[in-house]
């Protein structure tokens, strides 16, 4: 039986593996190191026209690290389309210990107060692993999506694992690559520092641009190290 701590789980993603449960009351915990890796390059990030206007409605409020629980607990949460996730409870609890060390992060987004979507993730250097992803209202999961892309960017991230691929994600942008292209990229990711920014400010209209006008890019965080 697999025993992973916070340290080697992290030792697992500096080494290109990462964690997987059969189902969300499954107490086995298993590595997966795929033969062809899934990543958003962070310079070719697409955001669909539709979801632009969206995000420049400013329907949705964003916050960083403000209830990590709450999101990975939503992310384990079976659903209509998911009826078993990958996320059991020993998994649940390494990540929330990575966050408390700072190695985990939640984009959560909010509707009139109310927990709508989210996504959380481990930090290695200037690599981000997307881990899981919730949407409990239309567009949700994917705001907070560009909202992680654009802090990854003025915080000097290089490297976006998205593990998988699928439909959703190929819309952004998401690629596949063999298993020793995204080792090299890993490497020099994790040896790269940078910084999560935490500003309460949402940075996901830097990457849309204000209505009327075309996006500028994503802002530069005064706290980037380069």
């Known amino acids: 039986m697999l ?3 916070p340290h080697r ?3 697992c993603y500096a080494t290109g593996r990462f964690p997987m449960a059969d189902g969300r009351h499954d107490p086995n915990v298993y590595l997966v190191d795929p ?20 995000i420049r409605q400013g329907r949705f409020e964003i ?4 209830d990590f629980r709450a999101v990975i607990e939503a992310c384990a949460e079976p659903t209509a389309d998911r009826p078993s996730t990958w996320l059991n409870d020993d998994l649940i609890e390494l990540y929330t210990a990575l966050a408390r060390m700072g190695h985990a992060h939640s984009v959560e987004v909010r509707r009139d107060g109310r927990l709508v979507g989210g996504l959380y993730g481990v930090t290695l250097g200037s690599a981000f692993f997307g881990e899981s992803m919730f949407s409990r209202e239309h567009d949700a999961s994917k705001v907070a999506l560009v909202e992680l892309v654009a802090r990854l960017v003025a915080g000097g991230f290089t490297l976006l694992d998205t593990q998988f691929v699928t439909d959703h994600l190929r819309r952004f942008g998401a690629i596949e690559i063999p298993r ?4 090299l990229r890993l490497k020099a990711a994790i040896a ?12 996901a209209l830097g990457l849309v641009g204000p209505a009327g006008a075309p996006a500028s890019g994503s802002r530069q965080s005064s706290s980037q190290r380069s």
């Open 3 to 5: 025993v992973l701590t």
């Open 192 to 203: 790269r520092p940078a910084i999560f920014p935490k500003d309460p400010q949402g940075f």
């Open 63 to 66: 916050t960083i690290d403000r």
């Open 35 to 54: 033969e062809r890796r899934g990543i958003i390059p962070l310079e070719s990030f697409h955001v669909p026209r539709r979801l632009t206007r969206t």
């Open 9 to 11: 789980l992290l030792r």
């Open 180 to 183: 020793a292209a995204y080792l």
